[in-house]
């Protein structure tokens, strides 16, 4: 199973980029990478995931090193609304389906 | 329609009460799944069911008995609860596509057990 590692908080200024590293360097050759934030008392929501190439959308980037053991989470211009625990999770294949492990997350305070 | 809806939004009950947790979609997923939520702590993961089968148990107290009587519902029926079981309880269906999958949560449950 892939173990992810993430910083417990980090801080950044509203209108900056916000910059959300992960570990996991023991992630097989098939399995994705996947982000998801927590805004207070709200359920995750799924942000973006990604293999081996760097993928765009319209909430952030994900940029995975050429080795696949770490990744980056971007949000170009963070705003006080991007204030949530963003989590880094590589699902496990539980058989009929994936299991979605959540770890400790960061908690990405964006200030004014 | 991308909700996944959760009701009630609060429930308070007693350790010999017998309650209900609801979740829907119409999202047209088939898998669904019950997660457990305690204060500043991340969802850990309780029931997985696919095709309205359940796939996953990670060992969750009998006290806990999900459900799924079709593909859009899921219940999670909870009996004899401890006060340790107060935490927030998360619905999820899920969107295979790709061989890649993407959950999509509910709002959840806020339980207290006095």
């Known amino acids: 199973d892939a173990k992810t590692t993430q910083p417990p908080s980090m801080d950044c200024a509203e209108g900056r980029a916000a910059n959300l590293p992960c570990n996991h360097s023991?992630?097989?050759?098939?399995?994705?990478v996947y982000w998801y934030r927590q805004i207070h008392s709200q359920g995750p929501q799924y942000i973006i995931h990604?293999?081996?190439n760097n993928e765009t959308n319209e909430m952030a980037s994900l940029i995975i090193t050429e080795d696949r053991k770490s990744s980056t989470l971007i949000l170009p211009h963070a705003t006080l609304r991007d204030t949530a625990v963003y989590y880094c999770?590589?699902?496990?294949?539980?058989?009929?389906?994936?299991?979605?492990?959540f770890g400790t997350g960061t908690l990405l305070a964006v200030q004014p | 329609d991308t909700e996944v809806t959760q009701t009630p939004k609060h429930l308070v009950m007693g350790m010999t009460n017998k309650k209900s947790l609801k979740c829907e979609q119409h999202?047209?997923?088939?898998?669904m799944y019950w997660y457990k939520q305690k204060a500043k702590k991340p969802p850990e993961l309780m029931f997985v069911?696919?095709?309205?089968?359940?796939?996953i148990n990670e060992s969750v107290p009998s006290r806990f008995s999900p459900e799924c009587p079709n593909s859009s519902l899921l219940n999670l029926h909870l009996h004899a609860l401890q006060p340790e079981d107060s935490a927030l309880y998360l619905c999820?269906?899920?969107?295979?596509?790709?061989?890649?999958?993407?959950?999509?949560f509910g709002s959840g449950t806020q339980l207290s057990v006095l």
């Open positions: 999820a269906s899920s969107q295979v596509r790709g061989g890649t999958e993407k959950l999509f």
């Open positions: 990604g293999l081996k």
């Open positions: 069911y696919s095709y309205e089968k359940l796939s």
């Open positions: 023991t992630i097989s050759g098939n399995e994705y």
């Open positions: 999770i590589v699902p496990r294949y539980g058989g009929a389906t994936n299991k979605l492990i």
């Open positions: 999202m047209g997923h088939r898998a």
